[in-house]
């Protein structure tokens, strides 16, 4: 952002604030905004010293209060003076279901490498005739072969991942 910076300085306002001790008390508010209290310190002069005094411990915080504000007005008017924004419809594109083949060879390694018909279904959440052709596709491809399992004797297809 290429903001004005505009600063109240506490060093200026104490030096404002030495300005009540001859006569002209407020001017050290008007310069922190605070403009109403500004003008009764400057027709009671300084709260007949009283306040005068007290404000030598609170320019610090009067100064931050309107450095934070001052900031603020900029950070507003810079967003609102910069540039515009138009909104434009876009297709929001739609997740594309992954490929069946590629979560047949995910769930292949999950499970050592080797998947029964069942498990095929169960990964792929596909129908049984479905599961089939993918896993005769597999075949084709060389990216599996079949045989039985050992101990149970039930068909397996085996992956090479």
Not at 35 to 58: N, P, R
Not at 134 to 140: C, D, I, Q, R, V
């Amino acid at each position: 952002m290429n903001q004005k910076k505009q600063e109240v300085d506490p060093g200026v306002a104490y030096i404002l604030w030495t300005f009540g001790l001859m006569g002209f008390c407020g001017i050290h508010r008007f310069y922190s905004g605070k403009i109403t209290s500004g003008l009764v310190y400057f027709l009671t002069f300084g709260f007949f010293g009283v306040g005068q005094f007290v404000d030598l411990f609170l320019i610090p915080g009067m100064t931050r209060e309107r450095n934070m504000r001052l900031l603020y007005e900029a950070t507003v008017e810079a967003r609102n003076n910069g540039p515009q924004v138009t909104l434009v419809k876009q297709e929001v594109a739609t997740p594309k279901k992954s490929d069946p083949m590629l979560i047949l060879l995910k769930a292949a390694a999950n499970h050592n490498n080797a998947l029964s018909v069942g498990q095929a279904m169960l990964a792929t959440e596909l129908p049984l005739e479905q599961v089939e052709m993918l896993l005769n596709t597999a075949l084709k491809q060389g990216l599996a072969h079949v045989d039985n399992d050992e101990q149970t004797g039930a068909v397996r297809y085996y992956f090479d991942v």
